[in-house]
């Protein structure tokens, strides 16, 4: 390459020309679950069906968990049956064994979302197994869920970093994804659960997974802790990644990593994409009405950047004395 040549397969991610990016919202369940406050179930059925209305592919809308694990879930059974349900919005929970899994299917989940983690410590500490044991833990509910003709998603926490471990090998990771595959598992997000991972490290262990398993379904989490979490949205991008998790406000956090923030922000996320030509989907004003609503949910400000300073272009009217400016500056 010449001296200030342009090489355009580095600078195509900046031009999404109408490339379509599934934005899946976790924010109700990843988010909602880590707030002290409870926020009414009434308000909870409201903000999904806000949501719903905006055009995202997929709304991860409860956790069918014990009461006592996570209190701020405890009404996921009322929530999941009824909400309005949009046609081609895709209605997940996440759950964590086979009782949970009937309780999802019972209350007509569309598709059941698994976690267990790529680190054994991380594990250990977040869902007291080991890996062997989740993985087996896990493998009935996949049967459950397909004896039901229920979709089943494997969300893999720490692939881009533990923070008690450190760096989890690729080959763990790709482990997990084999042996999920191997039981028909159709989707697997790759969780940057603790916001560790940056995006030369995205960008190559996206490329791996997609070229070793071009029939999976890819999703990417990425939690915003080190505040790279849009820059390794855009890393996934360019190679190759269409479907991604974010969170509206922001919301979120990991009770296992110090100082961890919430996801990548569902409205900084479409605001960003559609700037550079990607075609999400989603309706922004919309989404930006949902998530304006959210501190009077639960009692506190959000990290919301576009909520917070609206679009670029939505501009402000000049100040009052502005002609008066204009004519004491032309007439020095």
């Not at 501009?315 to 204009?326: C, M, N, Q, S, V």
């Amino acid at each position: 390459m010449t001296a200030g040549a342009v090489d355009t397969a580095s600078t195509a991610v900046w031009h999404g020309a109408g490339r379509r990016i599934h934005l899946q919202e976790v924010g109700t369940r990843d988010g909602l679950q880590m707030e002290r406050a409870f926020v009414p179930t009434e308000d909870k059925i409201a903000l999904v069906d806000a949501l719903s209305a905006t055009g995202l592919s997929k709304i991860e809308v409860t956790a069918f968990v014990s009461p006592t694990a996570i209190p701020a879930l405890r009404d996921a059974e009322v929530v999941m049956r009824e909400i309005a349900r949009r046609p081609g919005v895709v209605y997940t929970a996440l759950v964590p064994n086979v009782r949970g899994a009937e309780r999802a299917i019972e209350a007509r989940t569309d598709e059941l979302n698994l976690v267990m983690s790529a680190s054994e410590t991380h594990n250990l500490v977040n869902l007291r197994m080991a890996r062997e044991q989740s993985f087996a833990s896990l493998a009935q509910v996949v049967a459950t869920a397909q004896g039901a003709d229920v979709a089943v998603n494997v969300s893999l926490s720490c692939v881009f970093g533990c923070p008690m471990e450190g760096d989890v090998a690729e080959a763990e990771v790709f482990g997990l994804v084999q042996r999920f595959a191997d039981l028909g598992v159709g989707g697997i997000t790759l969780c940057d659960t603790t916001g560790m991972a940056h995006p030369a490290q995205v960008a190559a262990l996206v490329a791996a997974a997609r070229a070793r398993w071009p029939g999976m379904g890819f999703t990417l989490h990425f939690h915003n802790t080190r505040g790279m979490g849009l820059a390794n949205v855009l890393a996934a991008i360019g190679a190759g990644a269409d479907r991604f998790d974010a969170s509206l406000g922001g919301l979120g956090g990991c009770p296992y990593a110090p100082g961890a923030s919430g996801n990548v922000c569902s409205e900084d996320v479409v605001h960003a994409l559609e700037l550079m030509g990607y075609d999400t989907g989603v309706d922004l004003a919309a989404l930006l009405e949902a998530a304006r609503r959210l501190p009077a949910l639960i009692g506190h400000d959000t990290p919301s950047q576009i909520a917070k300073a609206g679009r670029r272009l939505d501009l402000h009217p000049p100040p009052a004395e502005l002609e008066a400016l204009r004519a004491r500056a032309l007439a020095r």
